[in-house]
């Protein structure tokens, strides 16, 4: 029974991680806004739960080492640049566009665990950058910059690259502080960040947007957050890495069901070629020898979507 309701929490996460496109598309503020708004409920949530379960708010392990103090703010910056240039890929693209822009993230993983590791890629890997980049040359509507989905596809991109140094920064924390403490404080981060370009457009955001806004942050970051932890206690990380890979198809069905942004043929190949080569590229990498396995491997699941 705890497996069967683990599947159930890591689907309903990626649910969940599919509709960030969908409640940024519904805001009609800028994506400075939405990051901002984001943070802000999430944090609220995250706190509480902290809260809940009688846990330190600041850890004295934690603040003794000036290193993973660096290395958390770092991570809330990338964070920050990760949502900010996701929703303004939404803006300019589409939820699709954006959404497939981001799935780049398992190639810059890729390459910056060569560089960073000094170590030579390995084979599959060369393929999925190889794969997930003819994807992306599939969905890009446009090869003229004065096309705004092709700007919005770029900024899709940067989200993923933003991402991948931020689940690097990420896997790092997760060795020495709980999840989520690394949560709470990389949400607080980014409304630090991200308030003094949207502070006034909290002040002139409509009821609406501050709904879209409430959603986005307590189900598709605190919530899917906190699932994604349970399902981990029951799961193995592939097989949830698998599921999540399922959330651009979220995105796009609901993108095609409520905003009527049907995707043509050649982003359908697209996007069928990047989704699948994410699952093909986590099942060769959960195959690879424990030997050469990096420890907490960074491209099992996004942790904080």
């Known amino acids: ?42 944090t609220i949530v995250l706190l509480c739960l902290l809260l809940m379960t009688r846990g330190p708010l600041f850890p004295c ?3 003794r080492q000036p290193r993973t103090i660096l290395v958390l703010i770092g991570a809330a910056i990338f964070l920050c640049l990760h949502w900010f240039s996701f929703f303004l890929a939404v803006k300019m693209g ?15 993983i890729a390459v910056i665990e060569s560089v960073l590791t000094k170590e030579s890629m390995a084979r599959h890997d060369r393929w999925a950058i190889v794969l997930i980049t003819v994807g992306l040359v599939l969905i ?28 690097f920064l990420n896997r790092d924390l ?6 989520l403490h690394i949560a709470l404080w990389q949400n607080s981060g980014v409304l630090i960040l991200s308030m003094p370009w949207a502070w006034q457009q909290a ?41 999540i890979a399922l959330e651009p198809v979220y995105a796009i069905f609901f993108a095609a069901l409520l905003f009527q942004q049907y995707p043509d043929y050649k982003t359908m190949s697209g996007s069928f070629l990047i ?8 099942q060769q990498q959960r195959q ?18």
């Open 203 to 243: 002040l002139e955001a409509s009821p609406s947007d501050w709904l879209w806004a409430a959603l986005l942050g307590i189900f598709c970051t605190a919530l899917a957050h906190y699932l994604i932890i349970y399902s981990l206690q029951h799961l193995k990380a592939r097989h949830a890495g698998i599921v």
């Open 275 to 282: 989704i699948g080569t994410i699952v093909w590229s986590q």
């Open 94 to 108: 589409g939820v699709a566009i954006a959404t497939l822009g981001f799935a780049s993230f398992p190639a810059f």
């Open 1 to 42: 029974m705890p497996v069967k309701k683990a599947y159930w929490a890591i689907h309903l996460a990626a649910f969940f991680f599919g509709l960030a496109g969908i409640f940024g598309a519904l805001i009609q503020a800028d994506a400075a806004f939405i990051t901002m708004a984001r943070a802000f409920f999430a």
């Open 140 to 167: 890009n509507p446009s090869f003229s910059f004065h096309n705004t989905a092709t700007i919005g596809l770029l900024w899709g991109v940067c989200s993923g690259l933003s991402f991948a140094l931020f689940t």
């Open 174 to 179: 997760s060795q020495v502080a709980h999840p």
């Open 288 to 305: 690879r020898p424990q030997k050469d396995k990096p420890s907490n491997t960074a491209t099992a699941y996004p942790r904080d979507r």
């Open 61 to 63: 392990y934690i603040l």
